[in-house]
């Protein structure tokens, strides 16, 4: 078997953290109950409701398209609309599964970062009242965004007030929540109920473990009858504890702040290191653990002969490169050295 190219393409491509999957091993004896009505799942649901408060409805998944659909259509009605970024992982990477199960129109915002803000919210209200045109119902954001970027609670929150003036909710897709609050050094809470997400889509996939999302509802009567739904979505685990162990690894210690700082601390290591290399730009402030940069396009392909990342704007010749709980500075050192004979050789 020939051994993969090491990654700098995609968190997702590190390899579960040792301790998730121990957890998993110690849950994997005997019998218990199916469907989450199991002792480690009511465990992980309580490790939950002590960062987020004892009075939210949290929901573990199997993935953060799943969780992302399931919250969105459990909300909405198909003939509202869901606001979100031009570079939402809804709009780019779930292959229509939000339009096709909510049945809503995407309306998509121009940004360079990922971030939106209410005065670019604010012209799809004149649709409301109007029977021709699909009514807006929620505000998604993503944090971190696919760009890298974070949103400030203060941010947050004056998008939760004009959504909540205009009856809309907020939702927010935190696939690398754990990176947003590692780089903002605050709670998951501060970023999240305390700023007025009414539902998040908590992920732990990214931060070190294998399938395990959540979603997590702020306002209970928003989670009415949510189980029906999830079920429908096709996102309930018959065997949950291997779910559930996987965020009570994470959560009941400060394991997901530890790989969130390691994978933000890497990616600005390796945007300082490479910040002198003639040929080099970096296209994006580095907040969390992605770097966006361009580089020549025949130093490119040398590159991807050694190393597996993604090309993110071909017509620019603009890459990104990410990193995870497991990258190293020996790992960074040598991909800055990799790139350093790419730019330079003829």
Request: proline share 3%.
């Amino acid at each position: 078997m020939t051994k993969a190219l090491k990654s700098f393409a995609s968190d997702n491509n590190a390899p579960v953290h040792k301790a998730v999957l121990g957890a998993m091993m110690e849950v994997n004896q005997g019998d218990v109950i199916g469907y989450g009505d199991d002792v480690y799942s009511l465990e992980a649901e309580q490790t939950l409701k002590e960062l987020f408060g004892k009075d939210v409805k949290i929901y573990f998944m199997l993935t953060g398209t799943g969780a992302n659909v399931a919250a969105l259509s459990h909300i909405t009605r198909p003939y509202h609309a869901i606001v979100c970024s031009d570079k939402a992982h809804l709009e780019k990477d779930e292959c229509g599964a939000p339009e096709k199960h909510t049945g809503c129109k995407l309306h998509h915002i121009a940004s360079d970062d990922g971030k939106i803000y209410p005065d670019q919210v604010a012209p799809y209200l004149k649709s409301v009242g109007f029977p021709h045109h699909a009514q807006p119902k929620v505000i998604s954001i993503t944090q971190a965004t696919e760009m890298g970027a974070v949103y400030q609670p203060e941010e947050i929150k004056a998008l939760a007030h004009f959504a909540h003036e205009h009856d809309l909710y907020l939702h927010m897709d935190g696939a690398r929540i754990a990176n947003a609050a590692a780089c903002l050094d605050t709670s998951l809470v501060e970023m999240t109920r305390f700023s007025g997400v009414d539902i998040l889509s908590f992920g732990a996939t990214k931060n070190g473990a294998m399938a395990a999302e959540a979603v997590v509802f702020f306002n209970r009567e928003l989670a009415r009858d949510f189980e029906y739904t999830r079920k429908q979505s096709m996102q309930l685990m018959s065997k949950m504890r291997y779910v559930s162990a996987q965020f009570q690894a994470l959560h009941s210690g400060n394991l997901w702040l530890e790989n969130a700082r390691q994978a933000n601390a890497m990616a600005k290591l390796l945007a300082d290191r490479v910040s002198d290399i003639p040929g080099v730009r970096i296209t994006q402030k580095v907040a969390t653990n992605a770097v966006f940069a361009i580089l020549p396009p025949t130093a490119i392909e040398k590159l991807q002969r050694r190393y597996f990342f993604y090309i993110w704007d071909a017509a620019k010749h603009e890459v990104r490169w990410m990193t995870a709980f497991n990258t190293t500075e020996q790992d960074i050192e040598q991909f800055v050295s990799a790139i350093r004979d790419a730019v330079d050789s003829p």
